[in-house]
Each structure stands twice: as structure tokens, then as C-alpha cells.
């Protein structure tokens, strides 16, 4: 299979789980936002990084309910776009985002003591 498919698909099924994520009213999903997406070389698994705003325990309480929607998620993702197997969806929790606040804050406070 040549990387522009795969690619296309890939973006195909982020468009796909974003837009279920939005329409789905579970109100444990809180501020998520899909970061990425992996997909297997077969197409038969996806790892979808999201990244969720709120405490500790926002985060995993969503993490615990997109997992638990997974079935759901793989469902309407075969109704949606046409593959012969629809992947099995994996989600994962992405702190990048965090993680670069983090270290943008840090730069910040090196920067005001070096003054």
C-alpha cells in the first residue's frame, strides 16, 4: 500500500472519531481534542492520542469513558469510511501539550530570576 493512501486513511478516521467525539453526549468526555493518530501497516488497529483538559482525575474519568465507547466509536467509524476491516480503536492519553506548558512556564521563571 503506498504512504499517500495510508496517510489519506489516516486522516479519513481522525476525521471520523473527532466528529463522533463532538456529537457524543456523555458528559464524563470533557474538553478532549484528538492530537494524532497511528495506524497499524494491516489497518487493523488505530491508536487515537487525545489530549483532555481539566484535573488528574477529569482526565482519566475521560479516558475510562472513550475506552469504554470504544465499540461505539468502531461502529459508526464503519458506517462512516469504507475500509474492509474497520481498526480496532485504541485510545491514549496525550500530555504533550501539557508537558510543553510545563516547560514553557519554567523558561518563563529562569528568564524573570535572570533579570
Request: proline share 2%; no cysteine.
Amino acid at each position: 500500500m503506498s504512504q499517500y493512501r495510508r496517510e489519506r486513511i489516516k486522516m479519513l478516521l481522525k476525521e471520523a472519531i473527532s466528529d463522533i467525539m463532538r456529537q457524543m453526549k456523555d458528559p464524563r468526555i470533557g474538553f478532549a481534542s484528538i492530537t494524532s493518530v497511528e495506524l497499524s501497516g494491516d489497518l487493523r488497529h488505530l491508536k487515537v492520542f487525545v489530549s483532555v483538559l481539566g484535573t488528574e482525575e477529569e482526565r482519566a474519568e475521560t479516558h475510562k469513558a472513550l475506552e469504554s465507547a470504544s465499540g461505539y466509536f468502531r461502529s459508526e467509524v464503519g458506517s462512516r469510511v469504507e475500509l474492509r476491516f474497520t481498526p480496532e480503536i485504541i485510545f491514549r492519553l496525550d500530555d504533550s501539550l501539557e508537558h510543553g506548558a510545563h516547560i514553557n512556564k519554567l523558561l518563563k521563571d529562569i528568564e524573570r530570576g535572570a533579570k
